[in-house]
């Protein structure tokens, strides 16, 4: 057998290769490539799959974050809530602006402490950003409600969390904006970069469509001082393919999780767990141990790739010296950087993969 990689885009296209290599051509030949039927038609497709009145299409999940805080007029000054454990684009996200990040320590399910939001609020919090990380829905309920009680908006980082839902309802739609990343390694991926941001608000919706097309409407004539962050056709066309998918992609990866959660068994590794009424659609799936360097190269050894999601989290990075948080200021975050690890898991793994995954875990 091959070194099984932790993850294998190419799985990916062969599945619908087909019509992948269809959808170019027709791109291709239909001589319009930004921002045209095929984007209009993801954005109405995507909203309805999420249950969510608009979705505006823009060139990755770092821009629909940020652009997002800039439609919400959140900027120098501000403090943005945010988890410590969470990929460092959340954090541009709000400190492109001029933002600052407030960090709160996650949960045992890798998600935000939900009883430890309220303590960080400061006269200067305008936001929280949830982050659905590795897949799992992050526990809403208390979220919602303080953002209610301390007026707060509510963002959500749904780059991991495609169709994820908490107590029924999708990701994404609990606040005021949703945002997705379609970076091909995401479980929405497309072939290239792409993002989207999702609202109930029309407002928003308006505002984020002249924004993301340097602030205009109708063309040359400019409103606002906007960006140029456009979705384009092929894109565009490549995502409509693969959601029409997404629910079978993801009951694959569902069962490859189910298959490594039943069968995995190793004292020294914590497997990942599900909090009550949420789903998972398991972005990566991640575990945890004390002996990690050891287990790394042990799966190498035996031809298993794996990845750290994420070793270095956003406070400690060089990047974000100049906040000033050091080194055992946020514990548990501190700890999950030390101890994860993601094991292989993609669409299209092979049963001989998975069950070569598992021997070897179980045997370290
Ligand atoms: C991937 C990712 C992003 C950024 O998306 P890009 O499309 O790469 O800009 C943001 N937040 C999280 C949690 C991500 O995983």
């Not at 070194?3 to 269809?22: C, H, S, T």
């Not at 249950?51 to 919400?72: E, N, P, Q």
């Not at 739609?173 to 290239?192: E, R």
Request: hydrophobic share 35%; net charge negative; aromatic share 12%.
């Amino acid at each position: 057998m091959d070194k099984i990689m932790p993850n294998r885009l190419d799985r990916g296209f062969y599945q619908y290769q087909k019509e992948f290599e269809a959808k170019a051509i027709e791109v291709l030949r239909s001589g319009w490539y930004v921002l045209g039927k095929e984007v209009e038609s993801f954005e109405e497709e995507f909203a309805s799959y999420l249950g969510v009145k608009h979705c505006v299409g823009v060139a990755s999940g770092l821009d629909a974050l940020w652009i997002a805080f800039r439609i919400l007029g959140i900027g120098s000054g501000d403090e943005v809530i945010v988890q410590g454990n969470t990929y460092i684009a959340s954090v541009m996200g709000i400190t492109i602006n001029g933002a600052t990040p407030v960090f709160v320590e996650p949960d045992e399910y890798y998600n935000i402490d939900t009883s430890k939001i309220e303590e960080k609020i400061t006269e200067k919090t305008k936001a929280v950003l949830v982050v659905h990380l590795y897949g799992q829905a992050s526990y809403m309920k208390p979220v919602v409600d303080i953002c209610k009680r301390y007026n707060l908006r509510l963002v959500e980082d749904c780059a991991q969390s495609h169709g994820a839902k908490f107590d029924g309802q999708t990701t994404g739609t609990f606040g005021d904006i949703g945002c997705f990343s379609f970076y091909p390694s995401k479980n929405l991926g497309a072939f290239g970069d792409a993002g989207a941001i999702v609202t109930n608000d029309d407002q928003i919706a308006v505002e984020t469509r002249i924004f993301r097309n340097y602030g205009s409407e109708k063309r040359y004539y400019n409103k606002v001082v906007g960006t140029n962050s456009r979705l384009d056709e092929m894109q565009a066309g490549f995502l409509r393919i693969r959601l029409k998918y997404l629910d079978e992609l993801a009951r694959e990866k569902r069962d490859i999780c189910e298959k490594y959660l039943n069968r995995m068994y190793n004292e020294r590794i914590i497997l990942p767990m599900i909090r009550e009424g949420a789903t998972h659609i398991w972005h990566q799936f991640v575990v945890r141990t004390e002996v990690r360097d050891e287990l790394i190269r042990y799966l190498d050894e035996k031809g298993i790739g794996t990845i750290i999601h994420y070793p270095i989290p956003p406070h400690l990075s060089e990047a974000y010296q100049y906040l000033n948080l050091r080194e055992g200021s946020l514990p548990v975050t501190e700890k999950y950087a030390n101890r994860v690890l993601s094991l292989p898991l993609y669409n299209g793994m092979t049963d001989e993969e998975q069950e070569y995954v598992i021997d070897v875990v179980n045997h370290f």
